[in-house]
């Protein structure tokens, strides 16, 4: 076969022409690569490197994950304060050239925008009032456009004037959890007239408390606030304000990141998941979510049942705590206060207020000076108010006030001083300890002195400055303190303390109450120390006192819980004498109330015990009121105790019975993964269980 | 045959080239699917949240005791009018 020259020629004409190709695509190269290799002068800014590690960081985009707070659980793992995932939409406001030539145009397009906008907002079904909400949206952000816009400074008509901005940032909504909406925005950003808006969804938290109304006080709140750092920066900080959001343990991590890719039109192009972003701490709480409710419940009854019946006048506040007595832990604490607008603002009244307690130290001053061998406990007092003892222990001391009962007692011996609550027999026993005794027996019982919570604002009382002063003679020391000290006078303490006090008289004089059981943090449990320890009162001590507490809950027509035994014995049917142990208490004082000037207050308080022979839980209740009407400790602060103990008992039978599972019977453990407990994208580990169920 | 060969391997450069441009253009597509994806699952993540939370209120023991309760009330209403 032969092929003609002119044939040849064609061909190889063609395979040269096919070879200009590459040539030319590499000179091409050459020239973009090496001859226009550099960089881009830029106003204001750097130089931009033309290099391949610049077109890369280009398209390099980067999403930050803000670390989650933390959660608060209650001891059988029901969840008391979570992080809530949520978006904050911010929108990058381009506004188009076209629309510039007239102001008209320009405001008709925002006006779009901004429809466009707080229609997708409002796209919840479930959402009443949707117009409404829909109108307060769009003049929101009709104000924050007008703002950066400033859409106020435009002429009536004509073009807009060049150098007025056309670009804006705004905040769009936060705190967005809803997927009706966040679809509805997503479509938004996806219409081709939106495209010069730019949706961003970033990601944030908000904390959510599904007990809220039960745990204001205990568990606090937070507050996110503007810091400004050394070089002028400034951020927002969330810090926990009061009660145990204010713990160390739920200050949340730095916030992680994710990468991803976008091209030239800021699509994004996925390169990893979180891999980074800490685990949320968990802080288990002492507090069963159930007594708490119930303890509120019973509080907030008794406080109000003056008014209802309307023969009492209403308490100013009210206070009462439960505690378990073999670990020390606070099982609930309830707060009640009569002209309470705010609850999130409202103290913590067993935290925070604090009274003179009365009576309900009796047992514990007779228990000291029983330990310390001061006091005989077969010893007979007179108590009668004008007895020769009397005098010659009491009155010659020249006392401005005398010391008066409530019922003329007379020959008691320390049982019958507790069960009669004499103040008499009561400042008999005080006298006897010495002046150094009385200052150890404040740091014994823990008077005067901080839980140890590490919360703020915590009050902590104790006696007055002057109490102890050196300078005081010792006749004057005993004649007024002693005396005051032995029923609960020129002494202030908060509920809380009283609780202490109790705890460190059954279970040791280094017993504090414990708030949180232990922290998880970095998935790693810690648990918290005990709270039990230090020297142990003598068991034949505890057990005297105990035993005069037993029969304070009797039908004896002198024992101080007489009126709550037949209350009980009524209203329940069950006899209290043997089941319940308890100590009255009523205090008449004069406090400064702001506007008020000095102001006389009566506090009823009650300390029980269950069961009475073998204490398991104790619980304490003050209430107290700001005008002199009759109020006291055993037909007011005594029932909502007795109930409390009562129904703390049943409800540990039923859970025995009911044989709950270990994490609660909500079933919202921690550790399981897309449950409310668990931060759903903080975690890789976590997205994919969240995302497989 | 030699030129035969050569366009044969030209046309093979070239459809190599397109070949590889097409599987870095659905990987960009994949990787673009893959965020929009990523994004929608994390939105119902929090939309999942928010419900958890709702439903755990609403499942509260005192509205349970509450709903419970009407439910008794509404029955017995209907076994009192059967009865009549």
New interface residues.
């Given amino acids: 076969m032969s092929i003609e020259k002119s044939e040849l020629l064609r061909v190889r004409g063609a395979f040269a022409m096919l070879g200009v190709v590459p040539v030319f695509l590499a000179g091409w190269f050459g020239y973009v690569q090496v001859g226009q290799a550099g960089a881009l002068e830029r106003a204001g800014r750097a130089p931009l490197r033309l290099v391949p590690a610049t077109a890369d960081s280009q398209g390099s985009r980067q999403e930050k994950v803000p670390a989650p707070r933390g959660t608060i659980v209650d001891r059988h793992g029901n969840l008391l304060a979570l992080d809530c995932e949520t978006y904050e939409i911010r929108a990058d406001i381009r506004v188009p050239m076209g629309v510039r030539d007239d102001v008209g145009e320009y405001r008709a397009w925002l006006a779009k925008v901004l429809d466009a906008l707080s229609l997708a907002l409002v796209a919840d079904p479930d959402l009443a009032d949707r117009e409404d909400v829909r109108k307060r949206h769009v003049e929101r952000l009709a104000k924050t456009l007008q703002r950066e816009l400033r859409t106020g400074e435009l002429p009536a008509s004509g073009p807009v004037p060049s150098r007025h901005p056309g670009r804006a940032d705004v905040l769009v909504a936060g705190g967005v959890d809803s997927l009706a909406i966040v679809e509805a925005l997503r479509g938004l950003a996806a219409e081709r007239w939106f495209g010069n808006v730019t949706l961003h969804f970033l990601r944030s938290y908000q904390r959510s408390y599904p007990e809220r109304d039960l745990t204001y006080g205990l568990v606090g709140h937070t507050d996110t606030k503007w810091r400004k750092g050394a070089g002028g920066a400034s951020w927002l900080e969330t810090t926990g304000v009061c009660g145990l959001e204010a713990m160390a343990e739920l200050r949340p991590d730095p916030s992680g990141a994710r990468q991803f890719l976008a091209d030239g039109r800021g699509r994004p192009y996925f390169l990893a998941p979180i891999s980074d972003a800490p685990l949320p701490n968990v802080l288990h709480s002492t507090i069963d979510v159930d007594l708490q409710r119930i303890a509120v419940k019973e509080l907030a009854a008794q406080a109000e049942a003056g008014a209802r019946e309307g023969k009492v006048t209403v308490p100013k506040w009210g206070s009462m705590v439960l505690v378990e007595m073999a670990t020390g832990d606070v099982l609930a604490a309830a707060s009640w206060h009569r002209d309470e607008k705010n609850a999130q603002a409202a103290s913590f009244t067993p935290y925070q207020s604090l009274c003179e307690p009365g009576s309900v130290v009796k047992p514990l001053v007779l228990a000291y000076a029983y330990e310390a061998g001061k006091l005989d406990w077969s010893a007979q007092f007179d108590c009668a108010p004008g007895s020769a003892e009397y005098r010659e222990r009491i009155a010659h001391l020249g006392r401005r006030k005398p010391v008066r009962d409530d019922h003329d007692c007379h020959v008691l011996d320390p049982h019958g001083i507790i069960m009669n609550s004499s103040n008499i027999g009561a400042a008999y026993v005080g006298l006897m300890l010495e002046r150094e005794e009385w200052e150890d027996y404040m740091e014994c019982f823990g008077f005067g002195r901080p839980l140890g919570w590490s919360l703020p604002h915590g009050s902590v009382g104790g006696t007055n400055k002057r109490s102890f002063a050196r300078d005081i003679p010792l006749r004057s020391f005993n004649a007024n303190s002693a005396i005051s000290f032995s029923f609960g006078y020129e002494l202030q303490t908060s509920t809380l303390q009283m609780a202490r006090a109790y705890l460190r008289m059954f279970r040791g004089r280094d017993a504090q109450l414990r708030i949180c059981r232990g922290a998880e943090v970095d998935g790693q449990y810690q648990p918290a120390p005990s709270g039990i320890g230090g020297r142990a009162f003598r068991p034949e001590v505890v057990d005297a006192v105990r035993a005069a507490m037993m029969d304070v809950v009797s039908a004896d027509p002198h024992a101080t819980g007489t009126y709550m035994h037949a209350r009980m014995l009524k209203e329940l049917g069950i006899d209290l004498h043997g089941v319940v142990g308890g100590k009255t208490g009523t205090a008449a004082s004069t406090i400064g109330i702001p506007g008020r000037g000095a102001v006389s207050v009566r506090n009823a308080s009650f300390v029980g015990f269950l069961p009475a022979d073998n204490p398991r839980w104790l619980a304490v209740c003050v209430l107290q009121k700001d005008d002199s009407a009759r109020f006291y400790g055993g037909s007011y602060a005594a029932p909502p105790v007795v109930r409390l103990l009562l129904q703390c008992q049943q409800l540990e039978q039923r859970r025995l019975q009911r044989q709950e599972p270990a994490n609660g019977a909500s079933g919202q453990a921690r550790d399981a993964s897309g449950t409310p407990g668990d931060s759903g994208w903080s975690h890789a580990a976590s997205e994919s269980k969240a995302l497989g169920r | 045959m030699r030129?035969m060969l050569?366009?044969l391997l030209?046309a093979l450069a070239v459809a190599l080239a397109i070949f590889t441009a097409a599987l870095r253009a659905e990987n960009?597509r994949s990787?673009?699917r893959?965020?929009?994806e990523?994004?929608e699952?994390?939105?119902?993540?929090?939309?999942?949240?928010?419900l958890?939370?709702e439903k755990?209120?609403e499942?509260?023991?005192?509205r349970l005791a509450a709903a419970h309760w009407r439910h008794l009330r509404a029955e017995e209403a209907r076994q009192e009018a059967r009865a009549q």
């Avoid at chain 2, 499942?59 to 005192?62: I, K």
């Fill in positions: 030129w050569a366009g030209f960009s990787r673009h893959v965020e929009r990523y994004r699952v994390w939105d119902r993540v929090v939309e999942f949240k928010r958890s939370i755990l209120s499942a509260s023991p005192q």
